[in-house]
Structures are given as C-alpha cells and as structure tokens.
C-alpha cells in the first residue's frame, strides 16, 4: 500500500472513529439529560400531589382526592399516578380507597425505608420512567405534618408512584444524535477531499524518495529526486538531494574509520553502506553489552553473558572462559564449552599451577593458532586437527582472563573474520571485570578477619537468614559452638601482643582443620570464636568441640622465651532443640561456655535448660 493510501485510510480510519465516539456520547449525554429530568418532573409531580393532599385536608375536601388525582394523569407526559398509604395513615384514618391500598415490591420497600425507588422499566411499547418517592413526616412550614398525622417526625405516611413516558424524549434524542453525526461526517468527507488534494505532490515525492532511497541501500548515491514545489515538500527533495551528494562523498571515509576503531582492515568490495552498517551496529551492541555487564552483580554473571555471546551471536560451539590470578601465578578454568566449572580440555593442565605457560596471558596479545599453527605449544588439540584462536582480556595493563576459541580445520577462515567483532566485546568486557574483582575483593575484606582469615561476625548476622531457612528446607538441625581460650589476657601481658596474636591465628587454623567445608568458622570477637556446625546434632558436636579441645591442649606454640601452651573452653547448642531462635542458641552457647569456666575450664559443656534463669529471648 502507497504512503498516500495508508494516509488517506488512516485519516479515514481516525474520523470514523471520532463520528462514533461523537454519536456514542451524545446519546449517552441525552439518555442521562432525559432521566435527569424525568426524575425531576417526577418529584415536581410529586411535590404537588402532597401540596394538594395538604391542603385537602385543611379545607374538609379530602374526600375528592381521587378527582385531583386522576386529572394530574392527564398532564404530558404523565402516564400514572397512584398513591398508597402508609402503615401510620391507615391506623389514623383507615385504609381509604381501593386503588390506594395497592402495593408492589418496590412501594413496600420506600414504605420500609423511606428511600426513593427511579428505574427505567419497559412498558408494552416504549420506556417508562417509573419512580416510587415517600412521603415523610416533617415538622416544617404551616401547616404541616404533624398537625394532622398522629406520627413522629421522620415516620413514612405514604408513597407516591409515579410512571412518566419516555418515548417522545427518546424520538427526539434519536433526532439529535442523528444531526450531530450527520453534521460531524459531513465535516470528515470534507477534510477527507482536502486532504486528498494536498497528498498529491506529498505522495509523488515521497515516491521519488523510495527509488532514490532503494539505490542508495544497494550502495548507488547518485539519484536524484525532481522538485515540485517550493513549500516543505520541496525542501525535503533538495535536502534530499543534498544528502546524496554528502553521502557519496563521505560514506567511504566512515567507512575507513570505523574499520580502523574496530581493527579491521574494510576492503573495496560489496555494499559499502552495508558493511559500515554492520560494523557501526557490532559498536553499538558492544556498548550496550557493556551497560548490561555494568549492572551484572558478579563476575561469573558476566563470564555467563560473554559464553551466551559466543553461543547465541556468533555460533561459536567449542571455547574456553580462563580467569588469571597473577598473584598466584594460576589459571582457573571458569566455562568450559559453556560448562561451568569444568575442567581443562584443550590446553595442557600446567598452565592451572603456572600461568606464564598461557601465551595469551604472557603477552597479553591475540594468539592466532589459524594463520600460524602451532603458535602455541600448550594447545593440545583434537584428532581432528582443531586450531585455536586465544584472545585475551586486558585488565589494569596485563591480562585479567584469556578467552579461547576452538575451531575445526574448515571453520578457521570464517571464525577469523569474527574475531575483529568478538574483540570488541572483550574490549568492553576488560574494565567491568577489574571493578567487579576490586569489589568482591573489597566486600571478602570488609567479611573476613584480616588476622585469621576466618569470616567475621558481620558476616554471620548477613548469612544467618539463608542458614536458618536452609536447615528448616532441609529439616536437619545445626549445632553452634562458643569457644573461647583461657587465661588469654596473661598472654598478652605475660609475652606482649605479637604473641597474643600468634596463638589466635593458631587456634584459628586448629579450626579450619577440625571442621568440614559446609561448616562455619568465625571469629567473634578478641579470643571467642563460634562455629556452626551444619546437619549435626548436639551429641555429635560434643565430639567434634573435645576433638577441637584435646588438640589445642596438646598445641605447644613456640615463642621467643619458649614454647607455649593453651587451654579452651568450649559451649555447646543445638537448633532447633534448644531454640528456635538463631540468637538465642548463641546466647545458649554462650551461657553454655561460662558454665565451663565456672566448672574449671579446659571443657566442654552442652547447654542444658537448668543454665538459663530468664525469660528473655534474642
């Protein structure tokens, strides 16, 4: 479909739209107008009903009230007027006249509560606008109510219904609504023929741009578009035109920069527009790749984006993800053909204890193992001749990770020319990885305990949340062990501090050695430490805690004026059988662990209910 088509059956499409909401909402209005004002009729009716009841009553004629009220029919629009008396009324006066002991769900209902009852109803033809309105008892004017009724105020006497007709308010609205959209679609056809005419010129150089325009996407800059006419649409094909000119001029030298940015050589070859698209799009996607790993909350999250860029963009199927630690000389594989945690399988498993066998790592530039085979002699490739391609990740001027593509003897060539873009990415990659690695070394320093290297009590109060709900997923309990050194302080005044610090980390390896991989360690303050045992019960901690009592009794700690040996005393409790509370199974084992001082020290001593005295809770 033309642009003047699509215009023209949009406009047309909008004014059509706008004719019905118009017609829509004017009938709506008149429909809410036309009941608005029924109801207003019928409370005027109403309102002369009682007047005229009242003063029947004060002049002695209020038996002729059903002469005054079949006249009151006969008014326009009025289709029914019946009164019914009220339960007060007929104890007073009797039930009266016949059709004014008629009754109906609605009237008993106003009689009941004394709420006014409008519906629209439809009649035998047409729409009745049926109203039931009470008649309450009132104090006001004079006379009133009460001077005649022997009722409170506020008590219903009566009920007026009334039927008002509806059909000629509704012929009328019908005629409304009819001029107002006739009147509106007039006015559509009319800007519809003048849209029209003012297309023309707008359609035929908006044709002239398609063709121009086509030639241009094929690399063709030399069309050129007729002007028609010196307004905007004139502009825009001498614009045009003028573009064109720029672009033949200019596209090869972007063309050229861009390839220099990305370290690609372009050739002269093909859709130049194309080819400088694509390589302007690898940019741009590299820097959104890059805001994306920004926002990555750790490393592996990245490494994870890199492995789904190699996967999904570029089909790269074989490829190892290596994270260096320069300061131990190591490399660890970190994805391993999209594995994680893997082991090594194309490259030899010295380059795990010595990094400086990694040439990529070594040099910190692309090896290409495609183009010159062999280059690197820890490869070992396949049977099938595989080739490699390392590239690595440069971070603060040495290499942070390698990246490692493998590719069989017939994908090498087309695998090659991915690499310029591949680069970018890793390029981006660099800096986040160094931040993302100074944070998690800053976050494990601001965790653990400098001296110890044990996890701090900071630590524990932001893991206990996740150990607490793991051992309600796993139904298993924990135990938590409060151990402390005794006499600690005759150490530090006895030999100095250097020696007090000497004996905690001591104990603090005496830990590491005495508990398993899931357990906790954790230093709590001076010479307390804690572990939390995981999946074991308070029977089996009591022998892991004399375990860890009889080897720091039989550890002699050598110090300058001789050797040195302590004793510990340990607590012990157990979640969820002591409490169900983290806090308050610490502060048993705590209680726990002053029992064992209180009883000589150098023990251990599970915590029993007999120890705690107090109704508080942690």
């Keep these: 479909m033309k642009l003047k088509d699509k215009i023209l059956v949009f406009f047309v499409g909008i004014l059509a739209g706008l004719v019905l909401v118009l017609t829509g909402l004017s009938a709506l209005s008149l429909r809410h107008f036309s009941i608005y004002m029924a109801e207003r009729h019928a409370r005027s009716v109403a309102e002369t009903i009682k007047v005229g009841l009242t003063e029947s009553m004060i002049n002695g004629t209020i038996d002729k009230r059903e002469q005054f009220l079949a006249r009151l029919a006969y008014v326009p629009g009025v289709q029914n007027v019946r009164v019914t008396r009220g339960q007060h009324v007929i104890s007073q006066f009797g039930p009266g006249l016949a059709n004014e002991q008629f009754s109906s769900e609605g009237i008993d209902h106003v009689l009941a509560t004394g709420k006014e009852v409008f519906e629209v109803v439809k009649a035998e033809e047409h729409l009745m606008f049926h109203a039931v309105i009470p008649y309450v008892a009132d104090d006001r004017g004079t006379p009133n109510c009460l001077q005649c009724h022997a009722a409170r105020k506020g008590a219903v006497l009566g009920a007026i219904t009334i039927d008002i007709s509806l059909a000629e308010v509704r012929r009328q609205g019908v005629i409304a609504v009819l001029m107002v959209s006739f009147a509106v679609l007039g006015a559509a056809l009319l800007a519809v023929l003048l849209l029209r005419r003012m297309m023309k010129p707008l359609s035929e150089t908006a044709h002239a741009v398609q063709e121009v325009t086509s030639q241009a996407v094929g690399g063709d800059f030399s069309g050129r578009i007729r002007q028609r006419s010196t307004d905007e649409v004139g502009d825009i094909a ?31 070859g093909g859709n130049q527009l194309v080819l400088t698209t694509e390589m302007v799009e690898s940019l741009v996607e590299a820097s959104q790749f890059k805001q994306a790993i920004e926002e990555d909350q750790t490393k592996l999250d990245i490494y994870r984006r890199l492995a789904g860029m190699l996967c999904g963009k570029y089909d790269v199927q074989r490829f190892s993800i290596y994270e260096i630690a320069a300061s131990k000389n190591r490399i660890t594989p970190i994805l391993v053909d999209d594995e994680i945690g893997a082991s090594c399988r194309y490259c030899d498993p010295q380059i795990a204890v010595d990094a400086s066998c990694c040439r990529a790592k070594r040099t910190g530039h692309e090896v290409d193992a495609v183009d010159y085979p062999g280059l690197c002699t820890m490869f070992r490739p396949g049977l099938g001749g595989d080739a490699h391609i390392c590239l690595p990740i440069n971070q603060s001027g040495s290499a942070g990770c390698v990246v490692q593509i493998v590719v069989g003897a017939e994908e090498g060539s087309l695998v090659r020319r991915m690499i310029p873009f591949i680069a970018v990415y890793l390029r981006e990659a ?15 320093n601001a965790l653990r305990d ?7 009590r900071r630590f524990l109060e932001e893991y206990v949340s996740a150990l607490v709900s793991g051992s309600k997923r796993r139904k298993s309990p924990f135990s938590v062990l409060m151990l402390d050194l005794d006499f600690f302080k005759q150490v530090n005044d006895t030999h100095g501090h250097e020696a007090g610090d000497k004996v905690i980390k001591t104990l603090a390896d005496i830990l590491q050695r005495n508990v398993r991989g899931s357990d906790m360690a954790v230093r709590y303050g001076g010479e307390e430490f804690l572990l939390v045992l995981m999946d074991t019960g308070a029977a089996a901690a009591e022998k892991v805690a004399e375990k860890i009592r009889v080897d720091v009794e039989n550890t002699k700690i050598p110090l300058p004026g001789g050797m040195l040996q302590k004793t510990i005393s340990i607590g012990v409790a157990e979640y969820p059988d002591d409490s169900d509370t983290f806090w308050q199974v ?29 109704d508080a809770h942690y």
């Design 238 to 268: 001498a614009n045009i035109n003028t573009l064109m000119d720029f672009l033949n001029r200019e596209v090869t030298t972007i063309r050229t920069r861009v390839g220099q940015l990305m370290g690609q050589q372009c050739n002269s």
């Design 450 to 456: 400098p001296m110890t290297g044990l996890y701090n």
């Design 430 to 444: 660099g800096p986040v990885l160094e931040a993302k690695r100074l944070m998690e070394h800053l976050r494990e």
């Design 586 to 614: 610490v502060k048993f084992a705590d209680v726990a662990l002053y029992r064992a001082k209180s009883d000589g020290r150098n023990r251990v001593t599970r915590f029993t209910p007999d120890m705690w005295d107090s």
